[in-house]
């Protein structure tokens, strides 16, 4: 089993839509949960973190955690072209190691 | 500006020529690391280092050696390269215990 697995898609989803990207992890003393998101031919950037069981909102953006299930998730609500790349789901396991997961690619169409 | 740099940006070398790529970042962070990235197995960590002359071994580790003799500088070299070496390397940093790790605009490696 993979330390960190998502669905590589690609997901599509219209413009205006709330685009859902899922994760789960298997080390269950797992602190630190990040999401990237990395345009084509570009480096991985960071744009949501969370630590702590339920709900984290920036901007458009949701984080949630449920540590029960070992499962995290990015909603991108509002969804635009411009959010067209590969989010990336990371976790800091119980021993300090970032592992990442292979990362789905998510389309926006227009 | 605050920035991790690469060098180079592109390689095309031959099976057993030794090449290095250096990375350096101007934000006097304790932590690098450096990763790779092949299609369908995510960002795997080759290497990191924890502070000067402090370095481990990350998951995939065998091929590569680094060095951390300064602070801002943490070079990753292949001694005797393979094809299946061939991958997009990025170098990162970061600050111990701060959420943000910085990424370097990634080299892209060909192994002949």
């Known amino acids: 089993q993979k330390e960190v697995e998502q669905n590589s898609g690609p997901l599509s989803v219209p413009e205006g839509a709330i685009a859902s990207l899922n994760c789960t992890y298997s080390?269950?003393?797992?602190?630190?949960f990040f999401w990237y998101r990395q345009y084509s031919g570009k480096s991985p950037e960071l744009i949501m973190f969370?630590?702590?069981?339920g709900d984290k909102e920036d901007g458009r953006f949701t984080a949630q955690l449920n540590k029960a299930s070992q499962y995290v998730s990015l909603l991108i609500r509002d969804s635009q072209p411009s959010d067209s790349a590969t989010y990336l789901c990371?976790?800091?396991?119980?021993?300090?190691?970032?592992?990442f997961g292979q990362g789905t690619r998510l389309t926006i169409n227009p | 500006e605050a920035q991790v740099t690469q060098n180079p940006r592109y390689l095309i070398t031959v099976t057993g020529k030794k090449l290095t790529v250096t990375c350096s970042q101007n934000?006097?962070?304790?932590?690098m690391s450096w990763y790779r990235q092949d299609p369908g197995l995510g960002l795997r960590q080759i290497y990191y280092?924890?502070?000067?002359?402090?370095?481990d071994k990350g998951d995939v580790p065998e091929g590569y050696k680094v060095s951390r003799k300064e602070k801002r500088n943490f070079p990753l070299i292949l001694e005797s390269p393979s094809p299946n070496q061939t991958s997009l390397y990025f170098c990162?940093?970061?600050?111990?215990?701060?959420?943000?790790?910085?990424f370097g605009p990634g080299t892209r490696l060909l192994v002949l």
């Open positions: 280092s924890m502070n000067v002359e402090v370095t």
């Open positions: 969370i630590y702590s069981n």
């Open positions: 990162a940093s970061m600050f111990p215990g701060e959420e943000t790790q910085y």
């Open positions: 080390d269950r003393g797992s602190q630190s």
């Open positions: 934000m006097n962070h304790e932590y």
């Open positions: 990371a976790v800091t396991t119980r021993a300090q190691k970032l592992v």
